[in-house]
């Protein structure tokens, strides 16, 4: 993927309601960074005002001026100084060709992970999962997936680029952000062909026509997530024992699933 096609996919200006669309995670990567500086803690009181429903982590001034690096869960975004627009993705100095979010994500990332049970790709039940297979299908990958969670239909969409992979899709509905996901998720669990159903919603927002069916491993994702400490979506567990919290893009999916 080219810089300019990178930058385009990860720099984003987002003006939304944060409870919407950042998922409210509980973890090490929580906690803010000491000591606290003055202006940084007036910044994280006028957020939580704003956004009640989401729980900041750390926040600290970026690399340009008037923007603040705010991190939610392994998210990350640069806010403007009056707490209104939010641009989402890695921050880079073209200048030196450095990426600089890339080294703090990933210290999230590894913290996000300290702090969870255990859950490797064996001890998933895929048979409550949508199974997704495309070329020879030979590498595998399992995702923990809200439908209405906006980095998950962007994660669905750099995923449709890697060949020889085989998609496990644990539908996790996050009630207390998306109330209306579960009876989403439920619909598409009872669709004939579970598969294209998920790829036709993530893809246009629209949910097959409701059908009976059981909701039971819906219901069976929903606490598996919620005894592995998975607090957000997306959330990836490679068959090669790599995990990770948030979007990937195509690049860094290929790469993961190359690692023996």
Known sequence: MSTYK????????????????????????DAPSLP?????TAMRQMLAQRYP???FGDIQRSAVPGLWEVW???NVAYVTDEGRHFV?????DMQTQTDL??????QVNLRLEAAKPKLSFADLPLNDAIKTVRGNGQRKLAVFSDPHCPYCRDLEKELSQIDNVTVYTFMFPIASIHPEAASVAQSIWCAKDRPAAWKAFMATGKAP??????SAPIERNVELANKAGIGGTPYIIFANGDKAAGLL???????RLSRN
């Not at 990178?6 to 990567?29: D, E, G, H, Q």
């Not at 026509?209 to 059981?214: D, G, L, N």
């Open 72 to 74: 939610m869960g392994p």
């Open 101 to 106: 979010t890339a080294a703090k994500k990933e």
């Open 209 to 214: 026509q409701p059908q009976r069916c059981t």
């Open 88 to 92: 989402f993705g890695h921050l880079y």
């Open 249 to 255: 893009d195509a690049a860094n999916l290929e790469r």
């Open 53 to 55: 429903n989401t729980k």
């Open 36 to 40: 606290a500086d003055p202006a940084a």
């Open 6 to 29: 990178m930058i385009n996919f990860r720099a984003r200006k987002v003006l939304a309601t944060l409870s919407l669309a950042i998922p409210v995670i509980a973890s090490a990567a």
